[in-house]
């Protein structure tokens, strides 16, 4: 990266370019070498300042922190306690815990939070996820950060962007921790998870204690299950081949009624019937919408269509993908008079916008990515209706999807590629898109560029091809009447995009 001198103005726009850290859907990312202390500093004084000049921070203000288990984490965690301290505020530092743990605390006391996760992505990268007082910050927010211009002391980072200063981070807090034990525990009818056998998937997640105390808290037998002291990057919509078979051999050696799991930073949930297979994340979400009564429901283009199909919910709202969209397609709904409005992501990701009244029990809202509400609500749901996770999947409308990504495949390069899809002539691109695919899948209906190219082909067949907005990936998504169809589609179309490189 070009070296900045550490007494000169900086530009954040210019610190992105030069760092490699840059902004995608869910806050900023990078190799976690590029991410310095004086990286993490800059973009941390930035975060704060634009909210003094919006006036959601004044001086003297908490701001509280926690990160995820990846080695580089504690440091960078050290530099945005310093760049708090520095921007007059209070660092608090919450711990290891999942990011709606850190989220929700502070969005209770009305102060903002930083998180340090690279969520699902390889342990050589991080990122840090910014939260107003309010909830997560948007697009816009994220636009005023990077327009900003920070000035930094000349004595508080060596050449390499390492700090010089003893760090700010003080002890652990608990507090948000239990806070969000409680969340639950106060939610749900107690011990309505007696009898219930579930297994804890814990590799490295930051919520493989929390989600082991909550359902034990609520009832169940929980048994504790691969529990990792290296870093272990589980993506919850492009699951590894090992974790489909470590589901699937637990699942025939104990009688558990599911197994449950999230990513790094605890906010993407996964979910296996009682066999040990895993459940989509959109599937997941629709039935934890089901269980929660929500009226409205906001969901990016890429999931699955049963939550159209189902006719259970008054009106669902199509986004881009990132929860950044899936927030603000929220408060344009509540802004329209919607109530009991939720959301989720193809990830497993679910959102609360409001207060979620059952049973006589208050669910607060939580404007961000949960991974524990999902689990819970799928269990409780199955509960009620007598049946097994399976069969309980089975009463959705029978569509399946599936995903996988290209690694290492640069964002410029997928951008090119798909320009061809997208020349805003609509029968140029359905040509393209049928030279493509067509071979493989037929005539096309129809394409949305809502958020990369979703192609719907004739026989009701989709195929969603989008660069990550997080890593160089390249994301195929693909929707049939069948599961086996959905894995043969994408194994079609990643065959096919491999000839892009």
């Known amino acids: 990266m070009t070296d900045i001198q550490a007494n000169e103005l900086l530009s954040i726009a210019a610190l992105m370019e030069s760092s490699g850290v840059k902004f995608g859907t869910s806050g900023a990312r990078g190799l976690a070498v590029d991410m310095t202390d004086r990286v993490c500093y800059a973009y941390t004084l930035a975060f704060l300042q634009a909210l003094e000049v919006n006036g959601d921070l004044t001086k003297g203000a908490q701001v509280a922190i926690a990160g995820d288990f990846r080695p ?13 301290h520095d921007a007059g505020c209070e660092p608090i530092n919450c711990g290891f815990i999942p990011t709606p743990a850190v989220a929700s605390y502070a969005m209770g006391l009305g102060m903002p939070s930083v998180m ?4 699902h992505i390889p342990d050589d990268r991080n990122g840090i996820k910014f939260y107003k007082p309010a909830g997560e910050i948007l697009k816009s927010d994220e636009q005023a950060m990077t327009a900003r211009t920070v000035s930094i002391a000349a004595d508080l980072f060596d050449a390499d962007g390492n700090a010089l200063v003893e760090s700010r981070l003080p002890s652990v807090l608990e507090a948000a921790e239990r806070d969000y034990v409680k969340r639950y525990l106060d939610f749900f009818p107690k011990d309505c998870l007696s009898g219930r056998k579930v297994g804890v998937y814990q590799h490295s997640t930051v919520a493989r204690d929390v989600l082991v105390e909550i359902l034990q808290g609520l009832g169940a037998e929980v048994a504790c299950l691969g529990r990792s002291i290296k870093f272990i990057p589980v993506d919850t919509e492009a699951i590894r081949p090992e974790d489909v078979k470590l589901a699937a051999d ?5 009688d558990f009624d599911c197994i449950v799991s999230a990513d790094g930073d605890g906010d993407r949930p996964l979910v296996s019937d009682e066999n040990g297979v895993w459940l989509r994340g959109d599937v997941a979400g629709v039935l934890c919408a089901r269980y929660l009564q929500a009226n409205c429901v906001a969901t990016p283009v890429s999931c699955n269509s049963a939550v159209e199909k ?3 919910f008054d009106r669902v709202d199509r986004t881009r993908i990132g929860s950044p969209f899936v927030i603000a397609a929220m408060d344009a709904a509540i802004a329209d008079g919607a109530n009991s409005v939720v959301g989720y992501e193809a990830n497993g990701g679910f959102l609360t916008a409001t207060d979620i009244e059952l049973g006589g029990r208050t669910l607060r809202a ?12 799928i269990l409780m749901l199955a509960q009620e209706a007598n049946l097994t996770v399976s069969a309980l999947q089975a009463t959705l409308p029978q569509r399946f999807t599936y995903s996988d990504r290209l690694k290492e495949f640069p964002t410029e390069l997928s951008q090119s590629r798909l320009a061809a899809l997208n020349t805003g002539n ?5 040509a393209a898109a049928e030279a493509l695919l067509g071979e493989a899948f037929g005539s096309v209906a129809s394409i949305d560029t809502t958020d990369g190219i979703r192609i719907t082909f004739e026989s009701e067949e989709v195929a969603h ?4 907005g997080n890593a160089p990936e390249l994301r195929c998504y693909n929707e049939a009447g069948n599961d086996a169809r959905a894995v043969e ?3 079609t179309c990643m065959a096919i995009l491999q000839s892009w490189r």
């Open 72 to 84: 580089s984490s504690p440091r960078i965690m050290a530099a945005v306690a310093l760049a708090a």
């Open 116 to 119: 340090v996760t690279g969520s």
């Open 250 to 254: 637990w699942g025939k050696e104990y």
């Open 310 to 312: 189902s006719n259970w």
């Open 366 to 377: 939580l404007p961000t990515r949960d991974a524990v509400i999902v689990p819970l609500a």
């Open 426 to 430: 609509v029968s140029n691109d359905i």
């Open 465 to 468: 091809l989008r660069p990550s």
């Open 489 to 491: 589609m994408n194994q």
